[in-house]
């Protein structure tokens, strides 16, 4: 099993940047796939990043490609979705997310365990 724990969100002007954390414990941690998603209100949860358990590969949506980037420290199980260039519509909870199979998906039925998420909120 992993738990995982969200940090770092908070309210940003268009243009800004913010850092958002996840913290996981569990023994899998190191082997399992992470992704973050986000749902904005009256809105769909959307995929938004996702790493392989050694950091090799990375995979982005198109709405957040260039200004997104994700990252992983295995040895401190952690994850960090890295946002610059924030405009109002990435406002949304943020979620991480992980999942012991290989590989990386946009599905959010590919990931066993989710956090509880993080408000990010851009103003214009």
């Known amino acids: 099993q992993v738990q995982l724990v969200e940090s770092g969100g908070g309210l940003v002007q268009a243009g800004g940047s913010l850092r958002l954390s996840c913290a996981a414990s569990?023994?899998?941690?190191?082997?399992?796939?992470m992704a973050w998603f986000r749902q904005a209100p009256g809105k769909e949860r959307e995929f938004v990043a996702a790493i392989t358990w050694s950091g090799a590969m990375t995979d982005y949506a198109d709405y957040v490609k260039g200004r997104f980037t994700i990252s992983r420290d295995n040895a401190k199980n952690t994850v960090h979705l890295q946002m610059n260039s924030l405009k109002p519509e990435d406002t949304a909870v943020y979620y991480c997310?992980?999942?012991?199979?290989?590989?990386?998906?946009?599905?959010?039925?590919?990931?066993?365990?989710w956090g509880q998420g993080t408000q990010v909120t851009v103003s214009s």
């Open positions: 997310a992980a999942s012991p199979a290989a590989g990386i998906s946009h599905a959010s039925s590919w990931y066993n365990y």
């Open positions: 569990g023994r899998t941690f190191s082997s399992s796939s």
